[in-house]
């Protein structure tokens, strides 16, 4: 047998500790009983039968004694929680998770779990134990064989991070790499856990709350925040989307709302729409730093200031080779993101021939004759080449909108669309296709072709519609692969892949920098928890098992006999 909340050393010391303190409870004990005495000459032997009153005299109630010792110890061993001892018993750890999500952020929320925590960890093992940080990231912060001094100089001025939970995602992944033995997990915060991740957990792993879970009474906070291409139409212009979050889904009813870039007040009209969404319209894209602030007097402020990167859209120089100009002046004239330009260009426009019109600085789209290429439409990316990529350039570059069926059928050549990897990017199709041989400069999909091609081999800064913590990035709008730098200007990934932010704040990239905001509903409904909490007992824990309950129905059957023993007068 062994105990979750107490060594067999420790367990052995207190059954000498109680059986002592009943001892002297049961030699102090005193209890008056009338007794009619017939004649004074028997008040010697009356006075002989008197309660015990002194340490060394025998005790007259031994029976007593033990059944009130036996309750006392069988209470005592509920209370430290006894296990049955297995072949893998050794192996049981003990696992704490630490939430430091932005939900904990209410006044002094987080700070005492932090001390509820440290209670608990000084009645376990330092070589069973381990606290681990569920916040932006999931970092160790105490490890087996360390002292709690480590932990609370780890935690010292620490608070909760600005990104969502992921206590349900650290509970998956213990369960994954769980070992033999018993896995006891206590979680302390108040993110919840559903009752799907509960079942998907193994059954040697035990999970409770340490605590009861404290919801948020009164909060509203930004849920959601994001940009897009002005409605109106006109280049260099964005609109902006926010919603409001309140308690359970209602606005609280008083609170201000200030919108800032670069910490100038916006002066353009916000519209409202229902159920706390918002719209600006036409605000400039010039890269300037987006912030929607809330004045509230609500439980939690993590929430209330939401922030934002606003893309930076500026004219794409285009230079346009004399030998194309009947053909596509008029189609680049119509796009407003269009500057024609002879010198300093960001892409060229060319014919295969035209050599003067080389420049290794700029990105080209290259007319060339079919007897030269055997695909119609061949696109040159620093990416990696594979299915995926090819999908995502062909919807980048309005491929998509092509009528390739009816093209092949007029021209008498298949529509194909070719990958291949180089250092620097650039488009090359068939001269033919600006001829009636295969009508495509007539179509409805050529104007959006050159459009989204120009702006594709532009060298303008990536941007994107939102990014949130805990989400992956969207797709750049520019249709570039923009790459997130870690550290010491590391690139995380090195094939690209969106990976999500773990916190609010500047979020590094390549070629420039976003700012990732909370946008979750903090303030939203009440998520249904299916996580029990354990039974508690001063500092210390346990988790009720089978033999316990056996424990305390035994002790609730003593107590009852003892009761009726006194009723009959067969115990004092």
Do not use: C
Request: charged share 20%; glycine share 6%; proline share 4%.
């Amino acid at each position: 047998m062994n105990f979750q909340m107490i060594s067999q050393s420790s367990f052995l010391l207190s059954i000498a500790g109680l059986a002592a303190l009943v001892a002297l409870l049961q030699i102090l004990r005193i209890r008056y009983k009338s007794v009619p005495v017939v004649t004074s000459m028997f008040w010697r032997e009356v006075l002989a039968d008197a309660p015990v009153r002194s340490f060394w005299q025998k005790f007259r109630h031994f029976w007593a004694y033990l059944l009130s010792l036996l309750i006392v110890l069988l209470l005592f061993l509920a209370f430290a929680d006894p296990q049955k001892i297995g072949e893998n018993a050794e192996q049981d750890r003990h696992v704490f998770l630490l939430d430091a999500s932005a939900v904990m952020g209410a006044a002094q929320r987080f700070n005492s779990s932090v001390d509820l925590m440290l209670g608990d960890l000084a009645g376990i093992s330092r070589d069973k134990r381990r606290v681990l940080w569920v916040g932006g990231q999931v970092k160790p912060v105490l490890v087996p064989g360390e002292a709690l001094v480590v932990l609370k100089e780890r935690l010292k001025d620490r608070g909760p991070d600005a990104a969502p939970s992921k206590i349900e995602q650290q509970l998956l992944h213990l369960g994954k790499t769980a070992s033999k033995g018993r896995l006891l997990v206590t979680i302390f915060g108040d993110s919840p856990v559903s009752a799907r991740v509960l079942e998907m957990l193994p059954d040697n792993m035990i999970v409770k709350r340490a605590e009861e879970r404290q919801t948020l009474t009164t909060n509203m906070g930004v849920s959601e925040l994001g940009v897009s291409e002005a409605a109106s139409g006109i280049w260099g212009l964005v609109d902006i989307y926010f919603r409001l979050t309140g308690t359970e889904g209602q606005l609280l009813k008083t609170y201000e709302l200030n919108l800032r870039i670069e910490g100038q007040t916006l002066t353009q009209p916000v519209v409202s729409l229902e159920d706390g969404r918002f719209l600006v319209h036409d605000i400039k894209a010039d890269g300037g730093l987006l912030e929607i602030a809330l004045q509230t007097n609500d439980d939690l402020a993590v929430d209330d200031v939401a922030r934002m990167r606003l893309p930076l859209i500026e004219l794409v120089r285009v230079r346009l080779s004399e030998s194309l100009k009947e053909a596509l002046n008029e189609y680049l004239a119509a796009d407003p993101a269009i500057e024609i330009v002879d010198i300093n260009p960001d892409v060229i426009i060319r014919r295969a021939d035209d050599i003067q019109d080389i420049d290794t600085d700029a990105r080209h789209i290259i007319f060339t004759p079919m007897s030269r290429q055997k695909a119609s439409f061949v696109i040159s990316t620093e990416e990696y080449v594979d299915e995926a990529a090819l999908g995502r350039l062909v919807d980048a570059l309005g491929l998509d909108q092509i009528d390739a069926g009816s093209m092949a059928q007029s021209g008498g050549q298949p529509i194909e669309v070719h990958l291949e990897n180089s250092s620097q990017r650039g488009v090359a199709l068939w001269s033919e296709l600006l001829t009636t041989q295969f009508n495509f400069k007539k179509s409805r999909a050529f104007p959006i072709f050159m459009a989204r091609t120009v702006r594709w081999l532009s060298k303008a800064d990536p941007w994107f519609p939102y990014a949130a913590v805990g989400e992956e990035l969207p797709l750049d709008m520019n249709g570039s692969q923009a790459r997130i730098l870690g550290e010491n200007g590391v690139i995380r990934d090195s094939l690209g892949a969106r990976k999500s932010p773990d916190s609010a704040g500047v979020l590094s990239l390549e070629q420039n920098d976003l700012w990732a905001s909370l946008q979750m509903p903090v303030a939203g409904k009440s998520v249904e928890d299916a996580l029990a909490v354990r039974m508690t007992l001063g500092a210390g824990m346990f988790v009720v098992s089978n033999l316990m309950t056996w424990i305390l129905l035994l002790v609730m059957g003593l107590i009852f006999i003892e009761w009726r023993l006194h009723q009959t007068g067969r115990m004092p």
